[in-house]
């Protein structure tokens, strides 16, 4: 049972990839469709038997790697923290499967966009029950695969071709540093698995190794190196860049892989490692910093976006960094829940936005919407639900969740916590804002449409509405059912031994003994007049926001050009690298390997071969010399070296 | 009274000269042309003698008359060899002489007293009989080089080699003079135990001379000179046989007096003869480069594979010697096959002999050019080729005694040689094709077909040739 809720994804996927002319779209949907259903129905036992009844176990399926001291086998650990993910995983995932059914209706490769799901739902899976990192790298690489594809799907545009590069590579930069903390890893406890490293991390709490001739602490440099990792995966500041563009894709992939699932890898992965992680604390500190900063960074450049899509991302990038910080301050517990409740409402709101773009005719500019609230009322009805939740309103899903990381990063007590409680705060303010401005400005006001658009306007079909209300369920239940299990007072029995946190980094103890009550009202109270404002602005007084952006100008260009980061790295990396490359290639290849090695050798040898043919002049006595000056040099030759 | 000589030692050569005079007068008092009864006469004569050669190798290796003359394993497996190589292209002759209408018997008698000479240079003993055993061969092949006396070309070509030869034959001359001065014998054997004693700078001399004469037989650089010219000038026919037995003959007499008689001054010779090989692998691959006349193109690549041959005489030991007779057996399969080729190329009954005239042949006749293909990538030394494996062995015996300079240098001028065999490829596979070339005899066919067969799969079977090389090349280092 365990090993089928893994592997029957893979085994649709390759159904409805390989066979897919032979089952036609139905065929593939309903293969890929039943068998993520069943996983998730499976998932769900899973989840019963390893989270509530506090059975975790490793299944170990056959050796992979025997050589010298790496031994490793192809294993799925299944405890509270895979079930979650889990959960979240097949879930969501189902939701997506059949919301496809009526959004790519009228693609003509959809097999192969289900196979696609399918083998990332596949890759998923294998990254979250991984029992070693290498194994975990192999999910990770392979959602990596999975996200180029279905980012790239639309293969005929230029731009979403550029955006999946674009996804690859910038991973291909985080992927390195998760490499690279594998190998000190191993290097450093001599396996890889994941049981032995955690009992072994104690003893080397105060190891260090020396790099560049300086010494560094051992397990601060494995963090660090396994965090760059999460900053890809996870689009943290720096790394982020690949994320709005991976919108190229279908809205059903930004759902799924770019809000819920695969952006969630690093968090997961970062959590996963807590063991070691807790006698890091400068990688913590580190963590903190980069997701605090994320969340404000991505919050504030979500204020000004006009993509419909670009607005969500921007969010799902600034919730990540509540999840990371929350780690950063050793609640690693509340960012995981936070990761669960964020997964219903993203996705939500993901499906949401694609039922939207649906019935405006795959218009995506919320400029360019308004007023068809009253045309799609379901559609109106979750989105609200789902930006209710990600503002974290009570009692929605979110409430629970960010109310209890802005607690903790309070309790922590510390100069990085306090940081990241400031920028969370005012990252909630903006939430809220952008959250409505979006709402009013696609759904609210004079239809800013043309006709043609605005008579076309629908509700979307069933088989999109009921994963939107299977969704809307969560966003609503999610937070209240799971707060006592993740972070409230079964926390300890729920976990077990999934998560570790030192007693005295206990943070989400300290949460619940000394939190004044300010602390808990504020993100409420600071939500709401985001809210307020976003009615301000954008619905009794609309002219604001543009008298604002003339007034601040400089600040909005900086906000909508989204900090300037694409350009700068334009600048630094893509146009140095494009310079050396040309440099390598007309300077290194071109004139020096081609033109020294093959050109050249070809030259030398036309012009050699020339030489000696002009000797070959056809005159007899040319050839009688030649003979007697070899005689004569051989003689010479072997006096001078016998005198010698 | 000293007891008469062991004739049955040279039984084949004894046979080939009564042979060769008895052909003489069957071709003078036969009525009409006798042109075609008496080469394939002189065929059966070279099958009988090397019949002969195989019977005698049971027996011991010994000397007769008086020590000039020995028979060996080594001679044995060159003198089979020499036979063969002379029997084919004396075939392939007699088809271009019907097909120009050439009615001369005269030239399988040449060919035949030539091989003869061949036999006696493999067999020779004595700087003696050294020289007439050389000489033999040298007469025959001046007169068959100009054989096509009414074209410019031919009577050229002739007289180069003769009075280039001549020169070749008087530096030898002196050498052996000096030689025989510094030492004061001629015998191999005698000349071997006196310097294995006292090395006299005259002897060392003497011997560059005797290099000289030995390495323009074979064509190397820089004695190559003549090659070429003679190559193109001479009939086709010719130039096969030029390209094949003497070539052997030469090289097996050249590894004879510098392992034998000359084994202890290894250390003055080794030098002047690393420089030969050198030269000539340079001088072979490269020179190939520009030249549009396939025959011309087949003299350079014979330098070339003299360059290789001589590697392995370089390196000196047994290992190397065996290396040089697995090129040489190897060498002439692909050379044979190559000539008959080229001896095929004729449109409307006209020879041809331009690269470009191969142009399309994949097309026009594909089995042709499939077996060209085969002998060039061979020569080029492709694995699997056989080629390959000839030029592995010499190779790996320069690396086994160190010689990585050799070995390095032999391989990258293979690189160079592989561009013009490789072109010629290109010109049959990938340019537009000409006119169809007329349908080759059968005597041509059947060569093609076994020099093509053994070309290609030598791979698979490799270890008669293997085997019986190596116990030739242990014979000559028996004593």
């Given at each position: 049972m365990y090993v089928a809720a893994i592997f029957l994804p893979l085994l649709a996927a390759m159904v409805a990839g390989f066979f897919r002319h032979w089952l036609g779209d139905r065929g593939a949907q309903l293969v890929t469709t039943g068998a993520v259903f069943a996983s998730a129905a499976l998932s769900a036992v899973i989840f019963y038997q390893v989270a509530i009844g506090g059975q975790p176990q490793t299944i170990e399926l056959l050796k992979w790697i025997s050589s010298g001291d790496l031994q490793l086998s192809w294993a799925l650990k299944f405890d509270t923290l895979t079930a979650v993910m889990l959960i979240v995983v097949t879930w969501v995932s189902s939701c997506v499967h059949l919301y496809s059914w009526g959004y790519m209706?009228?693609?003509?490769s959809v097999p192969r966009f289900m196979a696609y799901l399918s083998l990332f739902t596949f890759m998923m899976l294998m990254l979250v029950t991984a029992d070693n990192l290498i194994q975990m790298f192999f999910g990770w690489e392979g959602v990596g695969l999975a996200s180029y594809l279905l980012i790239g799907f639309?293969?005929?545009?230029p731009s979403a071709n550029a955006a999946a590069i674009k996804a690859f590579v910038v991973n291909r930069v985080g992927d390195f540093g998760f490499a690279l903390g594998i190998c000190a890893v191993f290097f450093l406890?001599?396996?890889?698995n994941l049981d032995d490293i955690f009992a072994s991390v104690p003893q080397f709490a105060e190891t260090s190794v020396v790099f560049f001739g300086i010494e560094w602490h051992a397990l601060t440099i494995i963090g660090f190196l396994l965090f760059i990792g999460a900053m890809g995966k996870s689009a943290q500041?720096?790394?982020?860049?690949w994320l709005p563009d991976a919108?190229?894709?279908?809205t059903p992939v930004s759902a799924l892989i770019?809000?819920?699932t695969m952006v969630t890898a690093g968090v997961f992965m970062v959590s996963r490692m807590s063991p070691l992680y807790e006698y890091a604390p400068t990688a913590l500190a580190i963590i903190t910093v980069v997701g605090a900063t994320t969340a404000f960074f991505a919050a504030t450049i979500g204020c000004v976006q006009n993509d419909i899509k670009r607005v969500i991302a921007y969010s799902t990038c600034s919730q990540l960094g509540y999840m990371f910080f929350a780690i950063g301050v050793s609640a690693y517990q509340a960012a995981v829940f936070h990761l669960m409740t964020h997964a219903f409402f993203k996705a939500l709101l993901f499906l949401g936005a694609g039922s939207v773009i649906h019935a405006m005719s795959d218009?995506?500019?919320?400029?360019?919407?308004?007023?068809?609230w009253k045309a799609i009322p379901i559609t109106y009805t979750v989105m609200w639900i789902g930006n209710l939740a990600l503002a974290g309103i009570?009692?929605?899903a979110g409430y629970f969740s960010k109310d209890t990381i802005l607690e903790v990063a309070y309790a922590a007590n510390s100069g990085v916590g306090m940081y990241a409680f400031v920028l969370g705060v005012m990252g909630a303010g903006m939430t809220a804002f952008y959250s409505w401005r979006l709402l009013i400005m696609t759904f609210?006001?004079?239809?800013?449409?043309d006709e043609y658009v605005m008579n076309h306007v629908h509700e979307s079909p069933w088989v999109m509405l009921t994963p939107l209300l299977v969704l809307t369920v969560g966003a609503l239940f999610a937070g209240w059912v799971g707060y006592d299990w993740f972070v409230g007072e079964l926390r300890e029995t729920f976990w077990g031994h999934a998560i570790a946190v030192l007693e005295h980094n206990d943070s989400i103890h300290h949460a619940h003994e000394h939190t004044p009550g300010w602390v808990k009202l504020l993100p409420l109270v600071v939500s709401v007049s985001g809210i307020a404002l976003a009615y301000v602005f954008?619905?009794?007084?609309?002219g604001i926001p543009a008298a604002l952006a003339r007034w601040l100008r400089p600040v909005h260009l900086f906000l909508l050009n989204k900090w300037y980061f694409d350009e700068l790295y334009d600048i630094v990396f893509v146009r140095t690298a494009r310079a050396l490359g040309r440099g390598f290639w007309?300077?290194?290849?071109?004139?020096l390997i081609d033109g020294v090695g093959p050109d050249g050798v070809a030259a030398a040898t036309r012009d050699i071969a020339r030489r000696v043919g002009r000797l070959q002049s056809g005159m007899l006595y040319h050839y009688a010399f030649a003979m007697i000056i070899g005689v004569a040099a051989f003689v010479t030759w072997y006096m001078v070296h016998k005198a010698g | 009274m000293t007891s008469l000589a062991n004739l049955s030692l040279a039984a084949p050569e004894l046979l080939m000269a009564a042979a060769g005079l008895v052909l003489l007068m069957i071709g003078v008092y036969?009525?009409?042309?006798?042109t075609r009864l008496v080469g394939w006469l002189a065929v059966l004569v070279m099958v009988v003698a090397g019949v002969l050669v195989l019977k005698g190798a049971g027996t011991d290796a010994g000397t007769t008359f008086k020590g000039m003359f020995v028979t060996d394993a080594f001679a044995v497996y060159a003198k089979v060899m020499v036979l063969g190589a002379s029997a084919l292209s004396l075939i392939l002759s007699l088809g271009w002489l019907a097909q120009e209408e050439?009615?001369?018997?005269?030239y399988s008698v040449l060919v035949l007293f030539a091989t003869l000479g061949m036999l006696m240079m493999v067999s020779a003993n004595d700087l003696m009989s050294l020289y007439i055993g050389l000489e033999l061969q040298s007469l025959a092949l001046y007169v068959v080089a100009s054989?096509?006396?009414?074209?410019v070309k031919s009577t050229e070509a002739g007289l180069k080699y003769f009075v280039l030869g001549s020169v070749a034959s008087g530096m030898m001359l002196y050498g052996m003079s000096m030689i025989y001065g510094f030492?004061?014998?001629?015998n191999f054997e005698v000349l071997a135990e006196v310097l294995s004693e006292h090395q006299a700078t005259g002897v060392v001399v003497g011997l560059v001379f005797v290099m000289a004469g030995l390495a323009f037989k074979v064509s190397?650089?820089?004695?190559?000179?003549?090659t070429p010219d003679v190559y193109e000038g001479a009939p086709t026919p010719v130039t096969a046989f030029f390209a094949l037995a003497p070539k052997i003959a030469a090289i097996a007499l050249f590894v004879r007096v510098m392992t034998g008689p000359f084994a202890d001054l290894i250390g003055a010779w080794q030098q002047v003869m690393w420089i030969i090989a050198v030269l000539s692998m340079i001088v072979g691959s490269f020179g190939a480069?520009?030249?549009?006349?396939i025959k011309r193109l087949m003299a350079y690549s014979s330098i070339g594979h003299m360059g290789y041959a001589l590697i392995g005489l370089v390196v000196g030991n047994e290992e190397g010697v065996q290396g040089i007779l697995i090129y040489l057996a190897i060498y002439v399969f692909m050379n044979i096959g190559a000539f008959a080729i080229i001896l095929s190329m004729r449109q409307k009954g006209r020879a041809l002999e331009g690269?470009?005239?191969?142009?399309g042949l994949s097309k026009t006749s594909p089995l042709m050019a499939a077996a060209l293909a085969i002998f060039m990538f061979s020569m080029a030394g492709i694995?699997?080729?056989?080629g390959f494996f000839g030029k592995f062995y010499v190779f790996i015996s320069a690396v086994h005694a160190g010689m990585y300079w050799l070995a390095v240098i032999g391989v990258l001028t293979s690189v160079v040689g592989a561009y013009y065999y490789l072109r010629i490829v290109k010109v049959m596979y990938f340019d537009e094709p000409t006119e169809a070339f007329d349908t080759p005899r059968l005597a041509n066919r059947v060569i093609l077909l076994v020099a093509g067969v053994f070309t290609l799969f030598y791979i698979v079977y490799p270890s008669p040739l293997l085997l019986t090389a190596q116990a030739a090349a242990k014979s000559l280092f028996a004593y």
């Open positions: 209706h009228h693609d003509k639309w293969y005929e545009k406890f001599g396996s890889v500041l720096g790394l982020h860049t919108m190229e894709g279908p770019h809000a819920a218009e995506q500019d919320i400029r360019k919407m308004g007023g068809i009570f009692p929605f609210h006001g004079k239809p800013r449409a954008y619905m009794f007084f609309p007309q300077g290194g290849d071109g004139a | 036969q009525k009409g042309d006798a050439i009615k001369k018997f005269e054989f096509k006396r009414d074209s030492s004061g014998t001629t190397a650089a820089p004695f190559h000179m003549w480069i520009g030249q549009q006349n690269i470009s005239d191969l142009a694995p699997p080729m056989a």
